[in-house]
């Protein structure tokens, strides 16, 4: 998916995309690696990197975290 949208990612930054695919969804992670590039952009970085993926993880709930939140 970073290949079709143009998006550079460091090695580190596609472990932890990886893992948050592997205990969400994969739908879940490619839509974080747009937000992901978007945060980059802004901070003007060349790359995504861990705390580009952090961030916008922290910003977008994924179902299981969505749905634990309304239950609290």
Not at 23 to 45: C, F, H, N, P
């Amino acid at each position: 998916r970073c290949e079709e949208e143009d998006v550079e990612m460091t090695e580190d930054a596609y472990a932890v995309l990886t893992r948050i695919g592997l205990e969400t969804s994969l739908r879940y992670a490619m839509q974080l690696i747009t937000a992901a590039s978007l945060v980059a952009r802004k901070r003007k970085g060349a790359e995504v990197g861990v705390e580009d993926i952090k961030r916008v993880y922290s910003l977008f709930l994924d179902e299981s975290r969505s749905t634990q939140y309304m239950r609290e």
